[in-house]
């Protein structure tokens, strides 16, 4: 069963988009999952209608940036509509500072997804989550070492697996 996970980023900064590929990596490591990568200025609400899971990221400015914030607003419709109901959203964000509210930006960007019914996914505890990420999503602070790119992969991996195991019905309504 093949499944897209698109992962939509706001491009202002090389570490979100080194982040965005290191999640599409993570992507291609489940069998049939494809990786749709697109930054704000490609994106277009067919990609999320087209897509099983949603990644968002964007660099930490002590929250989203007003520009990821303006263009996901604008989708709100398709939220209202039902239409991202039961996708899965994760989330990532870089930033130069490790106390610069990462984890509220991660929060920001899990609030989307949770407002448009979408079931979310993060990152286990593993020994790698002392030196890198977050429960919440993949973060980056200052360069992308190894372990913040193996985080990255490892949630995008998440990411398209709980796809592939909701699009084979590995869930039914409780409504």
Known sequence: MSVNVLILYDNQGNQVESLAQAVA???????????????????????????????LG??????????????LD?????????????????????GWGQSSGTEFTLLSLLHWGLSWGMLIVGLPW???????GSFYGATVFGNMSPDDEEQAKVLG?????????????GMTSIF
Do not use: H
């Open 126 to 132: 593993s020994d790698r989550m002392s030196v890198s």
């Open 74 to 94: 604008d989708m709100s419709d398709l939220g209202r509509e039902g239409l991202l109901e039961g996708k899965i959203c994760a989330a990532f964000t870089a």
């Open 157 to 169: 991996s998440r990411a398209a697996q709980m796809a592939n195991y909701l699009k084979d019905g």
């Open 25 to 55: 990596e993570g992507v291609g490591r489940i069998q049939g999952a494809q990786a749709m990568v697109r930054d704000l200025n490609s994106a277009s609400p067919e990609d999320l209608l087209d897509a099983d899971s949603i990644i």
């Open 58 to 71: 964007t660099p930490n400015w002590n929250g989203i940036t007003g520009r990821l914030k303006s263009w």
